[in-house]
């Protein structure tokens, strides 16, 4: 059953000048799984009028958390709110990540990570990460993701970490040949990336991907979150936001 | 003792006068999952063609400040799907079915019109008079008055459950578009769908959405839904359903007391799921605040 809730903000921490770490008191218990999101209403005012939708990043005990980028109002709103104040958040919706039978392989880009986190937490000691971002301070929760994953592969576009240039390059290189299922997340440029490595070496791997629109209700009855797969529309809130990466019109 | 909430909207009685507004509230199954839908007034159907829509490319909607923007693009199942898996499910909830219905010219209007006189568990139709087709001159029967009177005339001629004509707020003189389509045999007017509006991102010199032009809802149309109830309320007898921004019972009570017979809620759906649950209750407790018995004693109160 899906839920409204009011959560006290117990953490609200920038991480970067941009992503922060928000935490919220869970009081009834609350169930959800790797991929979901909630809707996040910033406060009670109509300005701005929408909920946010934000993956769940943590989901442990009595706290619940969000990783997030500040991009425009709304998430600056949220970026800014204290400690004890209340948020009205709703979910859990949409489509989880199929659950992992093995080992599985990750690909993160950027704020991506805030998706498969959570993915990477239920499966410890089963992952092989590849994340990526544009410089190494903007890798974030490297200790813990070392200790959770078989193995993590940082690439930087600056240079410094591990590897130099995009992730799906690092991917490429060290992760095909791993042949396991792919849980992927990040910018489109990522996912129009990794399909391709997939095409150019036929691969049958199975790989999911989150996307993210900018939607309304959240449950699918508006249809505005709706994007192109190869059944025609779909909506990123209910049939998503995970999808099987080839049904994706990229 | 409990105020009597009940009105008359038409041929139907509505056991308080909120209802949810078409495309705000999908096909019912989607909320039911967090309030009991036999608590509304009525539930008003996703705009419904006789074919399934798959409606305008994304991306679709677009916040403004106390609005949002949306160019949907009238993305429904169609009319056999509605009825074989929705409408059942439907059926079980104790309030009423009022589907809104549109067509690609005045001939599927008729025909849709016809069928669903003819479905069971449809109490009433609520015709949206925007019309999506770009080359048929239907497209305008919503803004000149000449098509909209034929319009309603035909369609009245094909059903006799009650017949509410949701209108556009893009003309020139609402009151003579409601009186038209009282004069034409309408039951009932939806005042007002959603306001043309558009916002441009000034890095690629683009409309945000797919689509250039969307339709503007949310508290930000709010009082501009106001008056044209009251302006409307003011020269015809019909019933008038008074949509716009409406959130709280107080915004729900504004249009009441100008005139509106019941009131939709609409993108408030979006913000908190149990929006026009709250809204019931918040009627309800403030006719019991004001002593009024019957909340047709509040209808079209307004003093000049």
Known sequence: MNKINKLKIIKNQALTDEIHLLSLKVSDPLEAKPGQFFLLKMNERYDPLLGRPLSIFDLEGDKISFLFRVKGKGTKILSKLSLGEEIQITGPFGRWYPFPQGEFAVIAGGIGIASVFYLIKKFPERAYLFYGARNLSEILFYEELKNLCKEVFISTECGRGEYKGVVTETFREKGLKLNLPIYACGPMIMIKELRKILEENQSNLQCFVAVEERMACGLGACLGCVIETTEGFKRVCTEGPVFKIDELKL | MKPNTEVKVGKLILKNPVVTASGTFGYGLEYSQFFDLSLLGAIVIKGLSINPKEGNPPPRIYETPCGMLNSIG??????????KEKLPFLKRFDTKII??????????????????????????????????????????????????????????????????????PQVTDIAEMAKICEDEGADAISLINTVPAMVIDIKTRRSVIGNPVGGLSGPAIRPIALRMVWEASKVVQIPIIGIGGIITAEDALQFLIAGAKAVAVGTANFINPLSAMEVIKGIENFLITEGIKDINDLIGTVTD
């Open chain 2, 74 to 83: 009238l993305q429904n199942i169609g009319y056999s799907y509605f009825v």
């Open chain 2, 99 to 168: 589907v809104n219905f549109f067509g690609e010219n005045l001939r599927e209007y008729i025909e849709l019109a016809e069928r669903l006189n003819d479905t069971d568990g449809v109490h009433a139709l609520e015709m949206n008079v925007s019309c999506p087709n770009k080359n048929s001159h239907w497209r305008k029967m919503g803004l000149i008055p000449e098509l909209l009177k034929e319009a309603v005339r035909e369609v009245r001629k094909v059903t006799d459950k009650t017949l509410i004509i949701k209108l556009s």
